[in-house]
């Protein structure tokens, strides 16, 4: 099944999405730090569970440790 998170403020805009708590894509425009970090997330395969598949700011934090 798929997890989609959705976020818009003024500057800047989320989505990403996630299937089998794997990163599958997203869209990341305003913020570099956190594009770089969903990219290694990608690249490695890394599996998200628990708490941080239950909102996008969860998930967020998570992926900037």
Do not use: P
């Amino acid at each position: 099944s798929y997890i989609l998170f959705d976020k818009e403020t003024v500057d800047q805009y989320l989505r990403i999405v996630l299937r089998d708590e794997q990163i599958t894509g997203s869209i990341i425009i305003g913020n570099k730090v956190l594009a770089t970090a969903i990219k290694h997330a990608m690249e490695k395969g890394t599996h998200f569970y628990g708490e941080c598949l239950h909102t996008l700011d969860a998930l967020i934090e998570k992926l900037l440790e």
